[in-house]
């Protein structure tokens, strides 16, 4: 079997006959239409029909990675339904962001050689001495012709 051979020939077929032969080779069926990714697995399984799969030597050694390995496929429950409900701590409503620092907290960041520091507070944001009652606020006080493509 001339492996090239094959390859050109799948860079001809339609997704559809990919997925056909596909099905064929791996006896079942493929859950995916992207294309390149279909090539890759087709190949891949000629290659191994075609020279030899892994060594038996090499299966158990990956078995044993694999067995010793915690594989986590979700995360613990408890600890998905604190980042869920947020941080308690520097709460004050129940209202409020979970994803937003505390308030007191400092947001500090270097832009263009200046310092720019906003404060966060239970109501808003402080920067420069003023008060801001939020996203939504900061973004309707843009400056015509400012970029607004974060506040979208």
């Given at each position: ?7 050109a ?82 709460r ?29 507070t ?31």
């Amino acid at each position: 079997m001339n492996i090239q051979h094959e390859l050109a020939t799948m860079g001809r077929m339609s997704t559809g006959e990919l997925a056909e032969r596909y099905a064929g080779l791996f006896g079942q069926p493929v859950r995916t239409r992207h294309r390149a990714y279909l090539i890759r697995k087709i190949a891949w399984r000629l290659q191994a029909n075609a020279e030899g799969d892994l060594s038996e030597r090499a299966r158990r050694r990956a078995t044993e990675l694999a067995n010793d390995s915690d594989v986590r496929l979700m995360p613990p429950r408890g600890d998905a339904e604190a980042r869920r409900r947020g941080s308690e701590a520097g709460r004050t409503t129940g209202d409020r962001d979970p994803r937003l620092p505390a308030p007191g907290s400092a947001i500090t960041r270097h832009y263009k050689g200046r310092k720019i520091e906003v404060i966060v507070t239970p109501d808003g944001f402080e920067y420069e001495g003023e008060l801001y009652g939020g996203r939504d606020y900061l973004c309707s006080e843009q400056p015509p012709g400012r970029s607004t493509s974060r506040c979208r």
